[in-house]
C-alpha cells in the first residue's frame, strides 16, 4: 500500500464529520478531533488510516468514544475504560471541586467513594488533595479492575488510595468505616427503567450501572443510609443524580440526619449534584 497524504487524511476527517452527523452523534467535531487525535499518524500511516475509519464505523453505531478510544479525561487525569464499565461523565468535575474545598474535607480527613466505577470522583479528589485518605468502593469486578488500573498508573500524583470489591447492598458492608469517615461521595446508578436513554447508554453502558429501581432512586436511598452510618459528626455527603431528582433527592435526606442540604449544577447546567451535612446519629436538626 502506498503513503496516505496529507490530502487522504483531510479527505478522511471530513467524510468522518459527514458520517457522524448522519448517525446524529452529538459533539461531532469533539468526536471527530478526539478519534483523529487517538488513531491518526504513527509509523504506518496506511494502517493509521485504516483504524481511524473503523473508530468511526464504530462511533457511527454509537458505541461510548471512551470504549473506542480506551481511555477518557475526567478532572486532569486519563482514566483507562473500555467495554463493559461506564464512561465518566467530565460534567461531574463540580463535584470533585465542591469535595475538595477545605471547608468541606479537613486536612488529613477519609474519604469515601462509593460506586465507584473506573474511579473519577475518589481518584481526582486525591489528585486534589494528597493529604486525604481515599477509599474507592466497587461491586462489579471488571469496573475494579480497571479502578486498580487506574489508581496504580496515577500513583505518582495521587495521595493514599484503597480500592474496595464491596456490595453496598449487603448488611455491614462498609463497618470498618463506622463513624470514622469525614466525606461520602457517590455517582451511583439513578437512572428508572422507564426513561428513555440514548444508545451510548442504552445499548452499551452496563445496565447495572445505570438502574435502580422503579425510580431511579433505590441505590441513593441505600447510600444515605450508609452514609448516616458511616460519617463523623459535620460529615458532608455529595450525590450525583438525574436532572429530574433534585427534589426527591433532597427529601431523602431530610428525612434522615442530615442539613444545608442543597443542589448545584454540573458544567452542563444541570442541576445533578447534591450536597448534606450529617448532625450525627441521634439528632434531627
Known amino acids: 500500500m502506498g503513503t496516505v497524504t496529507a490530502a487522504e487524511e483531510a479527505r478522511a476527517v471530513e467524510q468522518a464529520r459527514a458520517r457522524l452527523t448522519e448517525a446524529g452523534v452529538w459533539d461531532v467535531e469533539g468526536d471527530v478531533a478526539a478519534l483523529a487525535d487517538r488513531f491518526l499518524g504513527g509509523r504506518r500511516p496506511e494502517r493509521s488510516l485504516a483504524r481511524f475509519e473503523a473508530a468511526v464505523t464504530e462511533r457511527c453505531a454509537r458505541i461510548p468514544l471512551g470504549h473506542i478510544t480506551g481511555s477518557v479525561t475526567f478532572d486532569g487525569l486519563e482514566l483507562l475504560v473500555g ?24 486536612h488529613g480527613g477519609r474519604v469515601l467513594d462509593l460506586c465507584s466505577g473506573v474511579g473519577a470522583l475518589g481518584l481526582a479528589l486525591s489528585a486534589r488533595r494528597g493529604d486525604a485518605e481515599v477509599v474507592c468502593v466497587e461491586r462489579d469486578d471488571t469496573a475494579v479492575q480497571y479502578l486498580r488500573r487506574n489508581a496504580a498508573r496515577h500513583a505518582d500524583v495521587l495521595g493514599s488510595v484503597q480500592v474496595r470489591a464491596a456490595d453496598l447492598t449487603e448488611p455491614d458492608c462498609l463497618a470498618a468505616h463506622r463513624g470514622v469517615t469525614d466525606l461520602v461521595v457517590a455517582n451511583p446508578p439513578y437512572v428508572a427503567p422507564h426513561i428513555r436513554l440514548l444508545p451510548e447508554w442504552a445499548d452499551h453502558q452496563p445496565s447495572a450501572a445505570l438502574y435502580s429501581g422503579e425510580d431511579g432512586l433505590d441505590l441513593i436511598r441505600r447510600i444515605a443510609v450508609l452514609a448516616a452510618e458511616v460519617l463523623r459528626p459535620d460529615g458532608r455527603l455529595a450525590l450525583e443524580h438525574d436532572r429530574a431528582q433534585p427534589d426527591a433527592v433532597q427529601q431523602t435526606l431530610a428525612d434522615g440526619p442530615f442539613t444545608d442540604i442543597s443542589t448545584f449544577a454540573d458544567t452542563a447546567g444541570e442541576p445533578r449534584i447534591t450536597v448534606a451535612r450529617f448532625t450525627g446519629r441521634g439528632e434531627t436538626s
Open 83 to 106: 467495554s463493559g464499565v461506564f464512561v465518566p461523565r467530565e460534567e461531574s468535575t463540580p463535584l470533585v471541586e465542591w469535595a475538595a474545598g477545605e471547608k468541606t474535607l479537613p
